[in-house]
């Protein structure tokens, strides 16, 4: 199933611009690399639902949250995205499993298709 986002294109990269212009360009992409599941969810063009994600989890404990595999495809800071996040059920941004940066977006787009 694909799901599209419509996210205006831009919102995330005017954030990364007001951070480097307050904080400078080495402490914005510092921040951009320990954030990167936020702003590549927050800056997503596409998402794909890949299933529930289950993890080893002791038999005393149950699921205290609805977590969910999806892959994206971003446009963030003038290059293309694809990757793996994993969502909680307000649509939040958990982890980042993987992600791969490109030239283009035809290149992200095979990725993201192919994502598992």
């Not at 419509?6 to 212009?21: K, Q, Y």
């Not at 969910?68 to 941004?93: H, M, N, P, T």
Request: charged share 30%.
């Amino acid at each position: 199933m694909n799901m599209i986002s419509m996210n205006p294109i831009g919102r995330c990269d005017d954030r990364i611009d007001a951070l480097r212009a307050e904080l400078g360009g080495i402490l914005a992409d510092r921040i951009l690399e320990a954030e990167a599941a936020d702003f590549l969810w927050e800056s997503r063009v596409l998402e794909r639902y890949l299933g529930q994600h289950v993890d080893a989890i002791p038999a005393d404990e149950s699921m205290s949250e609805d977590i969910s595999r999806v892959a994206f495809l971003s446009l963030l800071d003038g290059c293309w995205y694809a990757g793996i996040c994993l969502i909680d059920g307000e649509g939040a941004a958990v982890d980042l499993l993987w992600k791969r940066n490109f030239d283009s977006r035809a290149e992200a787009e095979h990725a993201f298709r192919h994502a598992r």
